[in-house]
């Protein structure tokens, strides 16, 4: 049974920093990618940063590049995502999901197309707020 739990959110004042992890269970990390989303009321949710694939392709979203690093432990079976300088702009729920098909493409912008992953952690709240 495949499965994704997400923890680390919380309340960070601007320019703080927080980690947030992926419990995975049910798959190997190897063959899958695994992307973090984000989404607030009212807008569609968006990719952040996807760990692609047994050799670890690693992409992100523009608005995030040189703030957040996304990195896994595969004997541990959990991703993270290093959030630091964080804005107002990055309060949202943040999912991690998982890809059979991504690690195959051929398209790199297919990452982060929410409609090509299948399993779905529950969310975390991340509120950056002074």
């Known amino acids: 049974q495949v499965q994704l739990v997400e923890s680390g959110g919380g309340l960070v004042q601007p320019g703080g920093s927080l980690r947030l992890s992926c419990a995975t269970s049910?798959?190997?990390?190897?063959?899958?990618?695994i992307t973090w989303f984000r989404q607030v009321p009212g807008k569609e949710r968006e990719g952040v940063s996807c760990?692609?694939?047994?050799?670890?392709?690693?992409y992100y979203a523009d608005s995030v590049k040189g703030r957040f690093t996304i990195s896994r432990d595969n004997a541990k079976n959990s991703v993270y995502l290093q959030m630091n300088s964080l804005k107002p702009d990055d309060t949202a729920v943040y999912y991690c999901?998982?890809?059979?098909?991504?690690?195959?493409?051929?398209?790199?912008?297919?990452?982060?197309?929410?409609?090509?992953?299948?399993?779905w952690g529950q969310g975390t709240q991340v509120t950056v707020s002074s």
């Open positions: 049910g798959f190997s990390l190897d063959y899958y990618a």
């Open positions: 760990i692609s694939g047994s050799d670890g392709r690693l």
């Open positions: 999901a998982a890809s059979i098909s991504v690690p195959y493409m051929t398209v790199p912008a297919i990452w982060s197309d929410k409609a090509e992953y299948k399993y």
